[in-house]
């Protein structure tokens, strides 16, 4: 038996160091490749749901199935970690609005804000603005009864409904990640504010910072979730 189950929904958005943390805690982990594999039945401790590039509101059946899953987990109150696209489906899942954002965030991004009335401790010991990892263009309406936990300017970036969290920053990625989705994504980022090449010598100076803020989180989110394996 596995204790955390990943959706993985594209082959190059792995679980990076968040999976690297979990395992290090002794947690066993699945991962399902969602485009081919089937959801097994809801029996952890913890589900992951990742980013791709594909939209919360395309019609495909396995985006159906998570969200499915994800409404399970929340009734089971077993926790939920959504990353970007997995944060725009747990909106989705609790009945909040998906929609294409005021324009793309994509590169390293010092602009988050914790939300200062916010009573969670996820964000506890990261200073406010705090550094992570855009790729997005979609973003969400906080759902209703959900606490809003982080945000910038143009953008709501983190939430917390009952055992369903959802960021739609990226602080699981290592450099190999980020080189990876440059060299190979078939997105459009020729966009005046976006430079791949600053992105790329920008890695060696802003990772330490995500990695940092990646472990501080982990840690609250075990602690405040209560994670612990099967």
């Known amino acids: 038996m596995s204790d955390v189950l990943v959706i993985q929904n594209a082959r190059l958005e792995g679980p990076g160091t968040i ?3 979990l395992k290090a805690d002794g947690f066993k982990i699945q991962t399902i490749f969602a485009k081919k594999e089937k959801i097994p039945k809801l029996n ?3 589900v992951l749901v990742l980013g791709a590039p594909e939209s919360a509101n395309d019609d495909l059946k396995y985006l159906q199935n998570e969200i499915v899953l994800i409404q399970e987990s929340v009734r089971a109150g077993v926790p939920v970690l ?5 944060s725009q489906l747990i909106a989705k899942a609790l009945g909040a609005r ?9 590169g390293f991004y010092h602009d988050l804000i914790v939300e200062p ?22 973003t969400f309406d906080i759902p209703d009864g959900a606490e809003r936990l982080a945000y910038s300017d143009l953008y709501n970036q983190a939430f917390r409904y ?23 994504t078939t997105e459009n980022i020729n966009l005046p504010y976006i430079d791949p090449n600053k992105i790329l010598s920008d890695i060696e100076s802003e990772m330490p910072k995500i990695e940092k803020n990646m472990e501080l ?7 405040e979730l209560g994670l612990t394996k099967v």
Not at 217 to 223: A, L
């Open 19 to 21: 999976g690297d943390l």
């Open 44 to 46: 952890h401790a913890m």
């Open 82 to 86: 959504g990353i970007c696209l997995g």
């Open 98 to 106: 998906v929609y294409p954002g005021p324009k793309k965030e994509i």
């Open 117 to 138: 009335k916010s009573k969670s401790h996820l964000f506890e010991g990261i200073s406010s603005p705090f550094t992570v990892f855009h790729w997005h263009g979609d």
């Open 162 to 184: 009952g055992s369903a969290v959802g960021v739609q920053f990226h602080l699981e990625v290592d450099r190999n990640i980020v080189r990876s989705w440059l060299e190979n």
């Open 217 to 223: 989180f982990y840690k609250n989110f075990r602690s």
